[in-house]
């Protein structure tokens, strides 16, 4: 029973952790897998997150074996 | 059609010219619309050295192959290209090459400038940009 997490780009920075595998919990959502990541930290209201390489919102439900990210806007091009 | 993703340098003008003479764009292709982004050596009046463009490898890829099949669903394009670098940049290097070919100029423009600005704004690509004293991340994309 697992997650796997990813804080892409300037996120992994500030929070000095790009990834992490944290056990799964029935119910769990986007937002409560970064509560757990950065200790609570407040997410910035630019962030966005993805489940499984795909944009969600942060009350999605994230199941078992999920991979979720955090990333700031993105700026390629 | 093409996306790919590259950690190494690339001249868009070769990368065009293989990819047509790779038989990509069929013949009756009566245009072609593409854009190339390049690296400045300013931004936000600071000079900048060097750039390193990051991504979300597996998100990046799988997103830039469903624009370009959503450009060809929505215009009557024959083909598209997306190149996107990733990895450590200098000023005048090539960042992006964006191509849709069609019968005639308005769905490649369309499709080209689609393409373009949904990467820009959607596709998970980030900036750092070294600077003659320190770095600092890109906190977005301009408008156009």
């Not at chain 1, 992490?20 to 029935?26: L, N």
């Not at chain 1, 997410?43 to 966005?48: D, E, I």
């Not at chain 1, 795909?54 to 199941?63: G, I, L, N, S, T």
């Not at chain 1, 991979?67 to 700031?72: D, I, M, Q, T, W």
Request: glycine share 8%; net charge negative; with cysteine.
């Amino acid at each position: 029973m697992a997650v796997k997490v990813k804080l892409l780009a300037s996120l992994g920075e500030r929070h000095d952790r790009r990834e992490a595998v944290i056990d799964h919990v029935p119910g769990m959502r986007v937002a409560d897998v970064w509560d757990l990541v950065t200790s609570g930290a407040a997410m910035a209201p630019n962030t966005l997150t993805a489940i499984n390489f795909e944009y969600c919102r942060r009350d999605a439900a994230v199941a078992d074996g999920d991979e979720v990210a955090f990333f700031p806007p993105v700026t390629g091009g | 059609m093409k996306v790919e993703v590259r950690d190494q340098p690339f001249d868009p003008w070769r990368e065009l010219a293989d990819y047509q003479a790779a038989g990509g764009p069929r013949t009756g292709s009566g245009a072609a619309a593409v854009f190339v982004g390049t690296m400045r050596d300013c931004n936000d009046g600071e000079r900048v050295r060097a750039m390193r463009l990051e991504h979300y490898a597996g998100m990046t890829e799988r997103h830039l192959e469903r624009i370009a099949a959503e450009a060809r669903a929505r215009w009557p394009i024959d083909d598209a290209l997306i190149l996107h670098r990733i990895g450590d940049l200098k000023p005048g290097d090539p960042i992006v090459l964006v191509a849709a070919w069609s019968a005639h100029r308005a769905a490649a423009f369309d499709a080209a400038r689609f393409l373009i600005e949904d990467l820009k704004s959607r596709a998970p690509f980030w900036k750092k940009e070294q600077l003659g004293d320190g770095s600092r991340w890109v906190a977005c994309n301009t408008a156009g």
